[in-house]
Structures are given as structure tokens and as C-alpha cells.
């Protein structure tokens, strides 16, 4: 149990176009879930919490305008991409936590690999 | 704010041996702290979560210490396998507990030759 699931796996596309990438908790109900990016050798970065229902919490440094988060369902959420750039190419991870509980361990999705030319 | 640092970017050891990675933290007293793993180009797994009261933890060929006076944990895998080929990473929760968000360090990539 405990699978969440990234569509799509990779995605190239041109330096403008907007990128829409989805996060599945296919065998449970996710109330929160997070997207991080991470570039190589280096740490994930929390971009924003989703809260299922309510608007996206950012962190510092991270554009709203431009990641767009939309967390509609309990099993469903999309992080967009807007106009983007090749500074924005990364490896773009999103996690869903199972519990209510904050110390509830988060299930990651498989990841996906962003390349803007 | 909040630093967390794992001190070996890689780390290379014998089948059957045991493997120690640490983590140390500054700047925080966390009250929880969490073990992944991350095989190349996929997500993290969660393995442990040992909290602010707890020494330590096991799971399997798995151990856990959380050392809040000298803000460490340490990792351990004994009867290391080549399957155990990973990085492993710590996070520690970044609010207090109280909204869940973690905090993650860079990662000790272990390789484990049979």
C-alpha cells in the first residue's frame, strides 16, 4: 500500500510553454501533499505544501504565479509550470503524507524530469 | 535557520560489513527525524522516523539513533548488502512539528561490493 504515482515521468518542451505535472495517491487519501525539486547532487527543496481544498502554502524563493498548485481531490494533485525557462529544468518530486498525523511518513512519487531548451 | 548536514557524500564498504552514516543538525531542536532511501532518478522511501524522546530504533537489519545533545543521528545498516546500494538521506521536520513539512539533507550515496 501506500503508492503514489507521477504523470508524466519526463517531459521536454520549449522555453515558454507551460508543463503540467499530476500526483496520484492511488490506495489512499491524501489530506497534505508536498512538491519539492531537486537538483543533482543536491537536496530536495520543499517548493509549497497542498492542502486538498485550500490554497497552496510556499516556500521562500518559490514563485506562486509561476508554480502553479492545484490540489482538487484527495488523491489528486497538479503542480503547472508556467512559461518556463531552462533554469527551471529539474527533477520535479511530489509526496503525499498518509495520516492525519504530522509525524505520518510521506510517500514520494517516482519523480519527474523537467528539460526546458 | 535550520542546517542539516549528512558528512559523507559517499561511502564505501564491504559486503557483510556495517554501514554508519550521520547526520547532524544545527540551529534546531526537531521533534522528529526521518530516514529515506533514493535509488538514482526515483523518488525517496521512507525507511525510519525516530522522535526527540526516543534513543533509538530498529527495523530489520536497520538502526536508528537520535542523540539530541550532540544533534546527531546516525544510520545503520548491518549485514550490508550490494542491494543496499543507495543514498540515503535524513530530514527532520521544519516547523516544530506542527505542520509535518521536512527538511532534507543532501544525502551519503552508499555503495556496498560483494
Known amino acids: 500500500g501506500a503508492v503514489v504515482s507521477q504523470h508524466p515521468s519526463w517531459v521536454i518542451c520549449k522555453s515558454g510553454t507551460s508543463v503540467k505535472i499530476e500526483c496520484r495517491s492511488l490506495?489512499?487519501?491524501?489530506?497534505?501533499m508536498f512538491w519539492y525539486r531537486q537538483f543533482p547532487k543536491q537536496s530536495l527543496m520543499l517548493m509549497a505544501t497542498?492542502?486538498?481544498?485550500?490554497?497552496?502554502?510556499?516556500e521562500q524563493g518559490v514563485e506562486k504565479d509561476k508554480f502553479l498548485i492545484n490540489h482538487a481531490s484527495l488523491t489528486l494533485s497538479t503542480l503547472t509550470v508556467t512559461s518556463a525557462h531552462p533554469e527551471d529544468s529539474s527533477f520535479y518530486i511530489c509526496?503525499?503524507?498518509?495520516?492525519?498525523?504530522?509525524?505520518?511518513?510521506?510517500?514520494f512519487g517516482p519523480g519527474t524530469r523537467l528539460l526546458v531548451l | 535557520s535550520q542546517k542539516i548536514e549528512q558528512n559523507s557524500e559517499a561511502l564505501n564498504i564491504q559486503e557483510g560489513k556495517t554501514a554508519t552514516l550521520t547526520c547532524n543538525y544545527t540551529?534546531?531542536?526537531?521533534?522528529?527525524l526521518q530516514w529515506y532511501r533514493q535509488d538514482p532518478g526515483r523518488g525517496p522511501v521512507f525507511l525510519l522516523l525516530?522522535?526527540?524522546?526516543?534513543k533509538e530504533k530498529r527495523k530489520e537489519r536497520l538502526k536508528v539513533t537520535f542523540d539530541t545533545t550532540l544533534k546527531q543521528s546516525l544510520f545503520h545498516i548491518t549485514a550490508s548488502q550490494p542491494a543496499d546500494s543507495a543514498t540515503y538521506l535524513c530530514?527532520?521536520?521544519?516547523?516544530?512539528?506542527?505542520?509535518?513539512?521536512?527538511?532534507f539533507g543532501k544525502g551519503t550515496k552508499l555503495s556496498v561490493k560483494p
Open positions: 530530514a527532520l521536520d521544519a516547523d516544530g512539528g506542527s505542520q509535518g513539512n521536512l527538511i
Open positions: 497542498s492542502n486538498e481544498g485550500s490554497k497552496a502554502t510556499y
Open positions: 509526496s503525499a503524507r498518509r495520516g492525519d498525523r504530522v509525524t505520518s511518513p510521506q510517500y
Open positions: 540551529n534546531y531542536s526537531p521533534a522528529y
Open positions: 490506495d489512499f487519501q491524501a489530506t497534505t
Open positions: 525516530i522522535r526527540e524522546n526516543e
